[in-house]
């Protein structure tokens, strides 16, 4: 191989590779673009190329199902370069050689050839490789990285002179707010309007981000929780609707909830992807009476004044990484030791048993974060929340909930795509 088609395949591969690492959801490399090259090492460039997870292998074939859906049959040859990436790598000089041995069911790869004789299949020239169980390792260190460092919320203002984001928290009982700071390094994404799922987050500028959108950070604060400097932002227009269910329809996975707001009938689309809890009644008398200005741990005399009962509720953690039943309060003045940042509701509701559609019924109050959705499709449900009616009593209840669950969003439930 002649040293200039040498450059010119390993700027294609590195390319590849980044491409890989993309579209895994581990990166921002934005790949609609292609490498460039000069025009003679555009003539090496591949004429196929294909990005998937792999469905089968038989010898030297690979099944390939790629991202838009389709299978294309890989045909391996005997100068096809493999190559193997971990999650978060972006340069070929951090990949591995890897042999077809090696490669497995499930791993997701980038293959570079040109098409066979049929016109179907591909004769690969190049493959780089992420193995699944990378994949798996990596989204569970994301997961963590985002419930342990990440804030969210809705945002109050935007100044792009600044690169500064201001966001009202979900706080239960007080109004708080943080000051994001966006730097050049900073990774912005933004939801699809009908979509949950963070891999269908795409890279969008600052600009994007408009006041109501919810939003969570993932970086360091200072030490009174005012402020973020972050490292990842993700954003989106959701909606926010509390009511009466009127009716449930299994069949459709489709609820229809009579929004107290509008006083319009909304019907909502529950996908596997929905996160969908019960409050038990001890846990929404305790947070109606943080709405209405009580203390978590109050004493009864007050827990009466807020319509809860004499027996004193249990207590449902907000600390992330603390999957105990204590606590909204703590031993604060505001139910919290003092100085601690305000409860993310969020997290404590992410340690609630999941629940199922046949468990709403017509005539249940809920909350729920959904979608915008669009004139050809119903809104989707993020998180539907039932168990609320002492909650909808209470002021500024609809504020408190908000998008986000690693079903679809990070900060929340452990549910890997």
Known sequence: ?????????????????????????FLTVDCS??????????????????????????????????????EVTILLQDTTKLLRLAPGQTSLKEAAPITLAELQVGDRILVGGKLASDGKSVLATSLVAMKKADIVSKQAHEREDWQKHSVGGVVSSVDAAT??????????????????????????RRYSPDSIKFDDAKVAPLSEIRPGDQLRARGARNVDGSELSAEEIVSGTFRNISGLISSVDPSSSTVTVQDLATKKPVTIKITPDSQLRKLPPA????????????????????????GQTATQPTRISSSPGNGSAQGIGGSGGSGRPAGAPAPDLQQAINRIPAATLVDFQKGDAVMLVATEGSPNSAPTAITLLGGVETILEAPNSTTILSAWSLGGAPGGEATAQ
């Open 1 to 25: 191989m002649s040293v200039l088609r040498k450059s010119a395949f390993v700027r294609i591969v590195a390319h590849a590779a980044l491409c890989v690492a993309f579209c895994g959801g």
């Open 33 to 70: 673009a292609s490498s460039q090259a000069t025009p003679a090492a555009a003539q090496a460039q591949p004429t196929s190329r294909s990005v998937g997870t792999i469905k089968a292998i038989s010898g030297t074939s690979i099944t390939l199902t790629t991202d838009a859906g389709n």
């Open 163 to 188: 690169s500064t984001i201001l966001i009202a928290l979900p706080a239960i009982g007080e109004k708080k707010t943080v000051t994001v700071h966006v730097s050049n390094t900073t990774v912005l």
């Open 283 to 306: 846990t929404a008398q305790r947070i109606a009476a943080r709405l209405k200005g009580f203390p978590a741990d109050a004493p009864t005399s007050a827990a009466s004044n807020a």
